[in-house]
């Protein structure tokens, strides 16, 4: 979860934090950060779910 937090505040310092003209982009870097996280969370996920039936397939053999 560490790298999450820091790839957010790095993108939060790029982001530009003028309302007037830029507010899309931050709004665009939010959904991206959203994104991310969620594909992130998945992946870590799938990984846990991968060796736990690994570790079911061998104690039935």
Known sequence: MLV???FVLNFMKMSP???????N???IHR???Y???HIYIY????KKR???RN????SEM
């Open 31 to 33: 959904v991206y950060i």
């Open 50 to 52: 991968k060796q736990y």
């Open 55 to 58: 570790i079911l397939i061998e």
């Open 25 to 27: 982009l931050i709004e």
């Open 35 to 37: 994104i991310y996280i």
């Open 17 to 23: 934090v003028s309302p007037s003209s830029d507010g």
């Open 4 to 6: 999450i937090e820091t």
């Open 43 to 46: 992946h870590q996920n799938n």
